[in-house]
């Protein structure tokens, strides 16, 4: 004979509460850790300090080159690593049949996302500064987070792409569509969210990075003009500037500034996601 110490309803509301406050409590700790830098950043963040290239190293001045570094290497990792992110996904759900191949590509992938950012930036010396011959440049930096930004955009894309119903599939080959026109038309478009959701994860993952970039991108002050030109995107110069005790108020602005970049991306994305469900849904 077994006997409850509770009853099902009471462990049901139990739980409902307990994973309610995990979600509070992650959803405060994120407020906090946002605000306080906003608020501490804020004071700092003025036209001048947006728009003016630093000063003294970074002890007055602005960041505006430093905006548009993170910016270049950002569009770079991003232009890089997604078309062969979804692609590989694509190929791994739909394509590939041999196990090992498949387990060798996901052992490859789950490796690659483990690798400490720091060792991207020293293979990214030796490989793309080096032997390349690319130089300190905002190219180098843009491979190098590419690199870094794939494994993640890889691994939800198939994650995406595998949770389409099986029905979409047959439904269009059934009416008469070859598996690429079922692929390109049914299932990326139904994964889209999905997707969309990992390259964020990878882009959020690449202009935050300053270890990565700190043997490969150069750390210029000036405003780099094409991708050849050494740079320094805003982690890097956080990390110099804050490290180095130049100045603590810009620190501040300057992180205040790359949180606010990050959140605009994400708020954007998810909104421009939300409009595309929407309307496939209402079709």
Not at 26 to 48: D, H, N, S
Not at 52 to 71: F, K, L, Q, T
Not at 100 to 114: D, H, M, P, Q, W
């Amino acid at each position: 004979m077994s006997f409850r110490i509770i009853s099902p309803k009471t462990s049901q509301k139990i739980m409902t509460g307990v994973l309610w406050a995990s979600g509070l409590v992650t959803i405060l700790i994120l407020i906090v850790i946002i605000g306080y830098i906003i608020l501490k950043g804020l004071p700092a963040l003025t036209p001048e300090f947006l728009l003016s290239e630093p000063i003294d190293s970074g002890r007055a001045g602005g960041i505006a080159p430093m905006i548009v570094s993170s910016i270049y290497v950002t569009l770079i990792a991003g232009i890089i690593a997604t078309p062969l992110g979804v692609g590989a996904a694509v190929y791994m759900a739909e394509y590939a049949t041999e196990e090992r191949i498949v387990k060798l590509i996901k052992f490859g992938a789950e490796t690659l996302a483990s690798i400490p950012s720091i060792v991207f930036g020293l293979f990214g010396l030796a490989f793309f500064v080096v032997f390349l011959g690319l130089g300190w440049s905002i190219l180098s930096g843009g491979l190098v987070l590419a690199l870094m930004a794939l494994p993640t955009i890889f691994q939800v894309s198939q994650v995406s792409i595998e949770t389409v119903p099986q029905s979409y599939r047959e439904g269009s080959l059934a009416l008469g569509a070859t598996k690429w026109e079922t692929i390109y038309r049914v299932v990326v478009p139904a994964a889209l969210p999905g997707i969309t959701t990992g390259v964020i994860l990878g882009m959020a993952r690449a202009i935050s990075e300053a270890a990565a970039v700190m043997f490969v991108v150069g750390s210029a002050l000036a405003m780099p003009i094409s991708i050849f030109d050494p740079g320094r995107p805003l982690p890097l110069h956080l990390y110099i500037i804050a490290t180095e005790g130049l100045s603590l108020k810009n620190a501040y602005g300057t992180a205040a500034v790359l949180v606010i970049i990050v959140l605009l991306i994400t708020v954007l994305t998810n909104t421009l996601v939300d409009r595309y469900r929407r309307k496939m849904m209402g079709r």
